[in-house]
C-alpha cells in the first residue's frame, strides 16, 4: 500500500485541495500547513514535493516510485531543502543559509522545495528574514512551512502564503493511528475518549500514573454497575490516592463514561431497554459531576454524592 494511502483517507479535504491544484497547475508559491501535531502535515508536505518533482506522477499525483520521488522520501533528494529548530528555536542564520542555497540554482532542475518545520520557533528576526524571502522568491520554489501553533506565526507571514488547516483525528483514525504507534486497542479506545490530539493522547499514555488510574475507575465502574456498596467506600480507601490533583481527577471522571458508555452500547445491542433507560440516568448523573467539580466544589463530596446517587441510597432515605 502507499505511503499516501492513510492521509487520503485522514486529510480528505487538504488532498482533494492539493489534488486539484496540482492538476491545474495552480500551486501556490507558499504553504503553511496548519493543524495538531500527528495530523500528517511533515508526511502531506513530502508527497506535495514528491508531486512538485516527480517524473512519472498522473493527474498531480506523484508515482511515489520514480528516481526523484524515492530520494524525497530518502531525504536526499539535492533540491529539497528540510529546516526544523535548531534546539528552541529556528535562528536567523539558518533561514539565511536557505536563501544562500536557494540563491543557487537547482542542482539538478530549476525549481526548489523548502520545509520549515515547527515554523512557530522562528525567532523574529529568522521570521522578518524568511518574509523577505517569501516576498521575493527567486526562481521556482515551493516553500511549506508547518506549524502547529498558527498564532504565534506572524500575520505578514501567513498572509505570503495559503493557510492549509489539518483536521484534528476523527476518534476512528486516531485509535487507528495509536494502535500503529504500538499502543493497545483497549487503552486507545480509551485515550480517544479523553482527547483528540494524537500528541496528547500519547503524552497522557505515557504518563506513570495513566495505568492505575485506568484499572482504579475500571474498578470502582465494576462496583458501581453491580449496585455494589463498596463504590462507596473505595473513594476513600484507593480513588483518591490515586487521583491527587484536577487533572487526574477530570480523566477519573471521563474515565467513568466511558466505561459506562461502553456498558450502554453493550445493553443497546441485546435490546435490554429498562437498562438502558438506567444507564443513561447515570451517565446524566456523570454529567453533573464533572460540572460541579469544573465549579470547584471538592473531588471527594462530587464522587461520594455520585456514588449515592447511582447506587440509589438517596431514594431509599
Ligand atoms: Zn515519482
Redesign the pocket.
Known amino acids: 500500500m502507499k505511503e499516501s494511502a492513510t492521509f487520503f483517507e485522514t486529510q480528505p479535504v487538504v488532498l482533494t485541495q492539493l489534488l486539484r491544484s496540482l492538476k491545474h497547475e495552480r500551486l501556490a508559491h507558499a504553504y503553511l500547513f496548519e493543524g495538531d501535531n500527528g495530523t500528517g502535515k511533515h508526511e502531506v508536505a513530502l508527497w506535495l514535493t514528491?508531486a512538485f518533482?516527480?517524473?512519472?506522477?498522473t493527474e498531480g499525483q506523484?508515482?511515489?516510485?520514480?528516481n526523484?520521488?524515492r530520494r524525497i522520501a530518502e531525504g536526499v533528494h539535492p533540491d529539497v531543502i528540510i529546516v526544523e529548530p535548531d534546539g528552541q528555536s529556528i535562528k536567523v542564520e539558518q533561514i539565511r543559509n536557505l536563501q544562500a542555497e536557494f540563491a543557487k540554482s537547482g542542482f539538478e532542475s530549476k525549481s526548489k522545495v523548502f520545509i520549515l518545520k515547527d515554523a512557530e520557533k522562528m525567532n523574529s528576526s529568522a521570521a522578518n528574514s524568511l518574509l523577505k524571502f517569501l516576498e521575493e522568491p527567486s526562481g521556482k520554489i515551493l516553500a511549506i512551512l508547518e506549524t502547529a501553533a498558527l498564532g504565534r506565526i506572524l500575520p505578514t507571514i501567513q498572509s505570503r502564503c495559503q493557510v492549509i488547516h489539518f483536521q484534528a483525528l476523527s476518534a476512528d483514525n486516531l485509535q487507528k493511528k495509536l494502535v500503529a504507534a504500538g499502543i493497545s486497542s483497549q487503552n486507545a479506545g480509551i485515550l480517544t475518549a479523553l482527547t483528540n490530539s494524537f500528541e496528547k493522547a500519547v503524552e497522557i499514555s505515557q504518563k506513570e500514573w495513566f495505568n492505575e488510574v485506568k484499572e482504579s475507575v475500571c474498578q470502582w465502574f465494576d462496583y458501581l454497575s453491580k449496585k455494589d456498596p463498596q463504590a462507596f467506600v473505595y473513594i476513600q480507601k484507593k480513588l483518591l490516592k490515586v487521583l491527587p490533583d484536577k487533572e487526574r481527577q477530570n480523566i477519573a471522571l471521563t474515565l467513568l463514561m466511558y466505561f459506562f458508555q461502553q456498558h450502554l452500547q453493550e445493553l443497546v445491542k441485546k435490546n435490554q431497554k429498562q437498562e438502558v433507560i438506567k444507564i443513561n440516568q447515570q451517565l446524566h448523573l456523570i454529567l453533573e459531576a464533572e460540572q460541579k467539580l469544573a465549579a470547584n466544589v471538592a473531588f471527594q463530596g462530587v464522587t461520594e454524592q455520585l456514588t449515592i446517587r447511582i447506587l440509589g441510597w438517596n431514594t431509599q432515605i
Open positions: 514528491q518533482f516527480c517524473l512519472e506522477g506523484p508515482c511515489e516510485a520514480c526523484n520521488c
